[in-house]
């Protein structure tokens, strides 16, 4: 006798930060066959990851790796990897991630120094540069898309200010990369990471890196160890590089989806995937201003991946979310923070990013409104 049903979840259309709806290909190609974390066909599976991962933060970086892990194994193994005891480090921070930023770097110990923004704003460069003359700094950490406001950070003159202060740019795209133009090497960050069920479309536990040429100095000339065993690049690079040294077992089958994923984005091409994030998200704007509703980011701000908008007064937000769920069978997100109550978060990330999606949540919120 069976104790259990076989699992049957109903289909749902994601439009929340994350995870977004997987492409069915890329479900299939996870169920291939399990090899070995050593097996020449595995190997030549993450060739191919760090190839197209390049292709994607659109870098030469040759440190270039799917951390096993979720986006905030990404964000430790970006901090913890360049920062040792006594180091100064600026976290800029505007939101819930940015906050986690901070909130990882304070474990270090790290000399930390934070500066906020206002949630719904962005950074200046001006701003940076001030702080950066009177403290330096090693190492600079900033959101690009703020998943908690639906802010895009401009980040151009910033990486400009934090290169002419010495420091390295540390950019957590977890929420942007494959979704809005973005290259690691055009930018000049030094550190960059993302979440693998954001704008990728694969299922979450894997988060890219990749790691410029100064940094890999900053990790090649450390004095005290990584504090992370797991999360240690230098010994995660063994396996990935050409050494392919035992570390830990790589997620086999993620590792598949994780290609696939890839192949998907590269094959739509990334200027086609950022014209249709474009259009789907400036459909979604004029429709929820069409049904009165009020944007929280002006729009020079706006993140296209994800959409904050005030919850209306006299509605209520969890109620509206949990019939969106179970009638409609759409999936968006509340406020974290200081937009807990006050706002709806609505991702158009990767394979969720299609006219059909947006125009089912219009149509639902029309009616539950
Ligand atoms: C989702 C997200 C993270 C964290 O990723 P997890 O996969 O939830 O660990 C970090 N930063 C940003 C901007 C995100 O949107």
Same mark, same amino acid.
């Given at each position: 006798?069976?104790?259990?049903?076989?699992?049957?979840?109903?289909?749902?259309?994601?439009?929340?930060?994350? %995870?977004?709806?997987?492409? %069915?290909?890329?479900?299939?190609?996870?169920? =291939?066959?399990?090899?070995?974390?050593?097996?020449?066909?595995?190997?030549?599976?993450?060739?191919?990851?760090?190839? +197209? #991962?390049?292709? @994607?933060?659109?870098?030469?970086?040759?440190?270039?790796?799917?951390?096993?892990?979720?986006?905030?194994? /990404?964000?430790?193994?970006?901090? @913890?990897?360049?920062?040792?005891?006594?180091? %100064?480090?600026?976290?800029?921070?505007?939101g819930?991630?940015?906050?986690?930023?901070?909130?990882?770097?304070? *474990?270090?110990?790290?000399? $930390? !120094?934070? #500066?906020?923004?206002?949630?719904?704003?962005?950074?200046?460069?001006?701003?940076?540069?001030?702080?950066?003359?009177?403290?330096?700094?090693?190492?600079?950490?900033?959101?690009? /898309?703020?998943?908690s406001?639906? @802010?895009?950070?401009?980040?151009?003159?910033?990486?400009?200010?934090?290169?002419?202060?010495?420091?390295?740019?540390?950019?957590?795209?977890?929420?942007?990369?494959? /979704?809005? %133009?973005?290259?690691?090497?055009? #930018? /000049?960050?030094?550190?960059?990471?993302?979440?693998?069920?954001?704008? $990728?479309?694969?299922? &979450?536990g894997?988060? &890219?890196?990749?790691?410029?040429?100064?940094?890999?100095?900053?990790?090649?000339?450390?004095?005290?160890?990584?504090?992370?065993?797991?999360?240690?690049?230098?010994?995660?690079r063994?396996?990935?590089?050409?050494?392919?040294?035992?570390?830990? =077992?790589?997620?086999?089958?993620?590792?598949?989806?994780?290609?696939?994923? +890839? *192949?998907?984005?590269?094959?739509?091409?990334?200027?086609?995937?950022?014209?249709?994030?474009?259009?789907?998200?400036?459909?979604?704007?004029?429709?929820?201003?069409?049904?009165?509703?009020?944007?929280?980011?002006?729009?020079?701000? *706006?993140?296209?991946t994800?959409?904050? @908008?005030?919850? &209306?007064?006299?509605?209520?937000?969890?109620?509206?979310?949990? !019939?969106?769920?179970?009638?409609?069978?759409?999936?968006?997100?509340?406020?974290?923070?200081?937009?807990?109550?006050?706002?709806?978060?609505i991702?158009?990330?990767?394979?969720?990013?299609?006219?059909?999606?947006?125009l089912?949540?219009?149509?639902?919120?029309?009616?539950?409104?």
């Amino acid at each position: 006798m069976s104790l259990y049903t076989d699992l049957d979840t109903a289909p749902r259309i994601l439009l929340g930060p994350g %995870p977004s709806m997987v492409p %069915p290909r890329v479900l299939r190609t996870m169920a =291939t066959p399990v090899v070995g974390h050593m097996d020449p066909q595995f190997l030549a599976v993450m060739d191919d990851v760090k190839e +197209l #991962l390049r292709s @994607v933060f659109v870098t030469q970086n040759e440190l270039t790796v799917p951390v096993s892990g979720t986006g905030s194994a /990404g964000m430790e193994a970006a901090l @913890v990897n360049f920062i040792e005891p006594g180091d %100064p480090v600026l976290v800029c921070h505007a939101g819930y991630f940015g906050e986690r930023i901070a909130e990882i770097a304070s *474990r270090t110990g790290a000399e $930390l !120094r934070t #500066l906020a923004a206002p949630w719904g704003e962005a950074f200046s460069a001006t701003q940076i540069a001030a702080e950066l003359r009177a403290h330096r700094a090693k190492l600079v950490a900033i959101v690009h /898309g703020e998943t908690s406001t639906g @802010v895009q950070q401009p980040l151009e003159e910033i990486s400009e200010v934090v290169h002419a202060h010495g420091a390295l740019l540390l950019v957590d795209a977890v929420a942007s990369l494959g /979704g809005v %133009p973005f290259s690691v090497d055009t #930018l /000049g960050a030094d550190i960059c990471y993302t979440g693998s069920q954001k704008c $990728l479309s694969c299922p &979450p536990g894997l988060a &890219p890196i990749t790691v410029g040429s100064h940094a890999v100095n900053v990790l090649a000339d450390r004095h005290s160890k990584v504090q992370s065993w797991y999360l240690d690049l230098s010994l995660v690079r063994k396996y990935w590089g050409t050494d392919r040294v035992y570390h830990h =077992t790589a997620p086999v089958n993620l590792n598949y989806a994780l290609r696939e994923a +890839l *192949r998907v984005v590269c094959e739509e091409g990334l200027e086609n995937v950022f014209a249709r994030h474009a259009a789907v998200s400036e459909m979604l704007w004029q429709g929820l201003e069409d049904l009165g509703l009020t944007l929280m980011v002006s729009p020079d701000l *706006r993140l296209r991946t994800l959409t904050t @908008v005030r919850v &209306p007064d006299g509605v209520d937000d969890a109620v509206v979310r949990r !019939r969106l769920l179970h009638e409609f069978n759409i999936e968006i997100a509340g406020g974290l923070g200081a937009f807990r109550g006050k706002a709806w978060r609505i991702g158009l990330m990767g394979h969720s990013a299609r006219p059909e999606n947006v125009l089912a949540l219009l149509g639902a919120l029309e009616r539950l409104l």
